[in-house]
């Protein structure tokens, strides 16, 4: 770690760009359960532009709209539809962060800047990753407001309760036929991460489609990318459908730690989040395959979770469907037990009830 040039504290916030971000707010306070946090506008001074902060425990989700349709913003959404435009990451040093990824190669796509409110300062900086998407640094050791100089305090009388979501465990991409090595070796050489697990077609393919992935972590693990491409099968795989509607590479997927996912997928199931179902068989030899678990198998077997076991523990986790219209973004729910690892043994089973969604939509 003494050699670790790009020290990471975590995901700062993730940005989405969409195309009504007021009623994007009220779906993730209402679905999701996040609260309130800060928000910037016209009535902060910026024109072209909305966006709205919210936080549930350490996760904090903007979501950012354009006001007019010569923006970048309404470009990217014309494109791709609502999508992850950046994964900021928290780090000691802006300015280093900029000025070490850049020298490897990183594309800059802000340079470093420090603005200030009488809350004290913010730096960041970014770099271009996959796609559109972007990575900011952000530097926030000296600021004591409720997010950044630029946005104000969003008071809301709508306040529903939290699901139980406490932070972002790890953010996938997609990206096109041949690419995945390429960004891997981004990860690796721009930003200093490292390859912890690999999948191939082999471990990751149904009768009909098949796709590859490498996780790439930093050091302390705080921070881990898995990057997809599509593999040859019989028929379109999840990531060339999720490629097409998205018209290009981008974020495939959000996870976001639960420490009970019982709960917490009760709370967005009864709020409207609608998830991936795997058939009941896969429950008749769930613990001959991942051994005693804590939790009992009857509300697990109910609420659809999925469950798998590594050499350090084992782990529960879950998908949403889609969130927009376009088969695109969507997230996962996860409650780790000791597993560092994502779930490679319900790969199968989650894949052909993804296919199933395929099929429905004309797109398998
Ligand atoms: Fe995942």
Known sequence: MNNDFLPLHGTDYVELYVGN???????????????????????????????????????RLMLTTPLHSDSPIAAHHKKHGDGVKTLALMVDDAYSAFEETTKRGGKPYMEPISITDEHGEVRMSGIHTYGEVVHVFIERKNYQGVFMPGFKKWESSYNPEPTGLLYVDHCVGNVGWNQMNPWVKFYEEVMGFKNILSFDDKDISTEYSALMSKVMSNGNGFVKFPINEPAEGKRKSQVEEYLEFYEGEGTQHIAIATADIVSTVKALMSRGV?????????????????????????????????????????????????VEDRPTMFYEIIQRKGAKSFGKGNFKALFEAIEREQETRGNL
């Open 21 to 59: 971000a007021k009623q994007a707010a009220h779906f993730y306070k209402t679905a999701f359960g996040f609260q309130s946090l800060a928000y910037a506008g016209p009535e902060t001074g910026v024109r072209d532009r909305a966006s709205y902060v919210l936080v549930q425990n350490k996760m």
């Open 274 to 322: 609608e998830f991936l179902k795997v058939p009941n068989s896969y429950y008749d030899d769930l613990l001959d395959r991942v051994g005693p678990i804590e939790e009992d198998l009857e509300p697990l077997k109910e609420l659809g979770i999925l469950v798998d076991r590594d050499d350090e523990g084992y782990l529960l986790q879950l998908f949403t469907k889609p």
